[in-house]
């Protein structure tokens, strides 16, 4: 593990996002909570906000962080046939949440594959990536590929007026 104890403590956030793809139909029965094994949506965000806090159980060499705050938002694009997973993580502290997010993200798009995996085996969960990132020397890192606002994950962002 890399030493980060010389490090000043700072607020770190980190957001994440992933898609889980789908056929329409697969979609629809995931949606209106018709599947077999249950409500994907809710086992989703658990499982995602479970990744988070055990991140170090998993990921070798990655610090055990105190958590502040971790959230998982989803979101059916039925246009896109497709559900959006978005994770927010926060700490304060000495090293920063991003693999916590990624991982977050990655857990929850894959309760949501196992629930449905019964209707389309075909499902892609595709582009995991960091959204945003900020605290410690580096500073503020923003995706530039993505478009909208990047608000705490369960919460809507603000428009603007």
């Given at each position: 593990?890399?030493?980060?104890?010389?490090?000043?403590?700072?607020h770190?956030?980190?957001?994440?996002?992933?898609?889980?793809?789908?056929?329409p139909?697969t979609?629809?029965l995931?949606a209106?909570?018709?599947?077999?094994?249950?409500?994907?949506l809710?086992?989703?965000?658990?499982?995602?906000?479970?990744?988070a806090k055990r991140?170090?159980?998993?990921?070798p060499?990655?610090?055990?962080?105190?958590?502040?705050?971790a959230?998982?938002?989803?979101?059916?694009?039925?246009?896109?046939?497709c559900?959006?997973?978005?994770?927010?993580?926060?700490t304060?502290?000495?090293?920063?949440?991003?693999?916590?997010?990624?991982?977050?993200?990655?857990?929850?798009?894959?309760?949501?594959?196992?629930?449905?995996k019964?209707?389309?085996?075909?499902?892609?969960?595709?582009?995991?990536q960091l959204?945003?990132?900020?605290?410690?020397?580096?500073?503020t890192y923003?995706?530039?590929?993505?478009?909208?606002d990047?608000?705490?994950?369960?919460?809507?962002?603000?428009?603007?007026?």
């Amino acid at each position: 593990m890399v030493d980060v104890g010389a490090k000043p403590t700072t607020h770190r956030v980190a957001v994440a996002e992933v898609y889980v793809r789908m056929k329409p139909e697969t979609l629809e029965l995931l949606a209106s909570g018709g599947l077999e094994k249950g409500d994907a949506l809710s086992v989703a965000r658990i499982a995602g906000i479970q990744a988070a806090k055990r991140t170090p159980d998993l990921i070798p060499l990655a610090h055990p962080i105190g958590l502040t705050h971790a959230a998982v938002d989803v979101q059916i694009e039925r246009e896109k046939s497709c559900v959006r997973i978005e994770t927010r993580v926060e700490t304060f502290g000495t090293t920063g949440v991003e693999i916590e997010a990624l991982f977050a993200a990655s857990t929850a798009a894959l309760a949501i594959y196992d629930m449905a995996k019964a209707h389309d085996r075909a499902m892609v969960i595709e582009r995991l990536q960091l959204v945003l990132k900020s605290g410690g020397r580096s500073g503020t890192y923003r995706r530039k590929e993505r478009k909208g606002d990047t608000a705490p994950a369960g919460k809507p962002p603000k428009r603007k007026r």
